[in-house]
């Protein structure tokens, strides 16, 4: 039957994902954690040559994406094994997803760098710290509400970087509050996962499977079709 989008459903279901799933979700979350912490620490204590330290740090960008992109599609697998039975193979990014992913990340960065320094050029003033707080809002608001799920998009459905963003903003549209209310959630989360180091190793994985389980069910809202997860969970 045809399920609306629910925010108390969305959470209900991504916290019996992660319970049902705990062992593999942690394992994935913990070999991320080393590999990016250790990436980092020779990066940035042990390399002395400024060129290396870049590239260094372009390698540990592109590393950081195939990791999210590799757990988003760990955890559309794990939502759909009820269904079939998934490997390792299925779990790795293609080189599309991560080029499309990169593109979009280095786009908006950009825009946000452009917008910044053309703001230099005003003069300090009121209407300049207006602007100012405008973008830096309008690039925060982007990069958090809608780029994960672009991302899920860039997963799930192949698509481009600019594709991404105009289905995103097509499929919000409608729940635009109830989304808005998760994403408040979500902040919340991550405030309080802050507080210890630890307990961003839970917030992290399990604000992703919140992100792509609300992803599905906007995609469910939109349809009328079974809500597989609804269904199944």
């Not at 209900?12 to 991320?32: D, F, G, R």
């Not at 991560?98 to 230099?120: D, K, R």
């Not at 003069?123 to 830096?136: A, E, K, P, T």
């Not at 608001?141 to 903003?169: K, M, N, R, T």
């Amino acid at each position: 039957m045809y399920h609306p989008f629910s925010v108390t459903e969305t959470l209900s279901i991504a916290w019996h994902i992660l319970k049902k799933n705990v062992a593999t979700i942690a394992v994935y979350t913990i070999v991320s954690f080393i590999i990016v912490g250790g990436a980092g620490f020779v990066i940035y204590n042990l390399i002395n040559d400024e060129v290396l330290t870049s590239i260094g740090v372009v390698l540990l960008l592109i590393g950081v994406s195939f990791l999210f992109l590799g757990f988003i599609k760990l955890v559309f697998q794990l939502i759909d094994k009820e269904f079939y039975d998934f490997g390792f193979g299925d779990i790795v990014p293609k080189i599309k997803m991560l080029g499309s992913y990169l593109l979009l990340l280095v786009i908006v960065s950009t825009l946000a760098v452009f917008m910044n320094n053309a703001l230099q050029y005003l003069g300090d003033g009121i209407i300049q710290s207006i602007l100012g707080l405008g973008i830096f809002m309008f690039i925060q608001f982007f990069f958090l509400f809608y780029f994960p799920i672009c991302a899920c998009f860039i997963v799930d459905d192949q698509s481009g970087p600019f594709e991404s963003v105009a289905q995103s903003f097509k499929l919000i549209k409608g729940n635009f509050f109830k989304y808005f209310l998760l994403f408040l959630l979500i902040e919340a989360m991550v405030v309080i996962g802050t507080i210890t180091r630890i307990g961003m190793i839970f917030v992290i994985p399990f604000v992703n499977i919140l992100l792509v389980v609300a992803y599905r069910k906007l995609v469910y809202s939109h349809m009328d079709v079974d809500d597989d997860i609804t269904e199944t969970v």
